[in-house]
């Protein structure tokens, strides 16, 4: 299997990356020049999945309109399907350093600011840098996905904002990342499109569940949450189990 994730499904979309992204600029976050605030997206800016197939942009909006949610059904048909695998030999260390900046092909890959800032950064809103870094974040006010409520963080707190994998990494493994090349799951652990900064809370209490065992609290959400866990099945070429496709199809309106 080559290192590389494969173009997405062709019904799907087209992964176009933009000059900004190619040169490390997280959109709507830049530099502050060091230790000052920068302004990051609001809540209402939140990009829909279906517009944000590389997941450079910010957020996770609701998908309401019916020809949206039609289309979200079409990207979930496009998923294969097979029995959920044993864990044996899952460990977090399978995938690479934690967060790192030298998970090659995917957006905001070495661009001298680690995964887990890069993702505060683009999701973000009023944020405040540490002194002499345009990279590291140490307050911000982040708009949860997940439960609709707004977060004022601080890095004194850090667990109050975790970064969630969308498609978590031990459900991969069980379905199929275990045979997979270490450099292909580093990517795979360090792609936007899988990461979403959420509320610590809800993303604890999510773990390692698929769509039939556990959904984002606010209803919302749901269809559109969705839709991304689609995205990156289908960008790496993981089925997901037959009760979680049912799911993400009713979520839908399927």
């Not at 933009?18 to 990009?47: M, W």
């Not at 307050?139 to 977060?151: F, V």
């Not at 667990?159 to 799951?185: F, K, N, T």
Request: aromatic share 6%.
């Amino acid at each position: 299997m080559p290192d590389s994730p494969r173009k997405p499904h062709p019904a799907l979309f087209a992964v176009v990356l933009s000059a900004a992204v190619l040169a490390g600029c997280v959109p709507g976050s830049g530099p502050s020049g060091g230790g000052g605030s920068a302004s990051g997206p609001s809540a209402g800016s939140a990009a829909g999945p279906l517009g944000n197939p590389d997941g450079t942009r910010p957020g996770l909006a609701p998908l309401t309109a019916e020809r949206d949610r039609a289309e979200a059904r079409e990207v979930v048909e496009g998923l294969t399907v097979k029995g959920r695998g044993p864990r044996t030999g899952y460990d977090r260390d399978e995938f690479g350093p934690a967060w790192t900046d030298a998970a090659d092909g995917v957006p905001l890959a070495r661009n001298g600011c680690d995964t887990r800032n890069d993702l505060l950064r683009r999701d973000g809103l009023d944020l405040r840098f540490r002194d002499g870094s345009d990279c590291v974040v140490v307050s911000m006010t982040l708009h949860d996905p997940y439960t609709g409520k707004e977060i004022a963080w601080k890095k004194a707190k850090a667990a109050e904002v975790q970064i969630d994998h969308v498609v978590p990494l031990s459900y991969s493994w069980q379905m199929g990342s275990s045979r997979w090349p270490e450099s292909r799951r580093r990517q795979f652990a360090n792609d936007v499109l899988n990461l979403l900064p959420v509320e610590g809370r809800a993303n604890s209490a999510k773990r390692d569940s698929g769509p039939a065992s556990w959904l984002p609290p606010d209803r919302r959400i749901r269809c559109a949450y969705a839709v991304r866990f689609a995205q990156v099945a289908l960008k790496y070429e993981l089925p997901v189990t037959a009760a979680d496709k049912r799911m993400m199809l009713s979520q839908c309106g399927g």
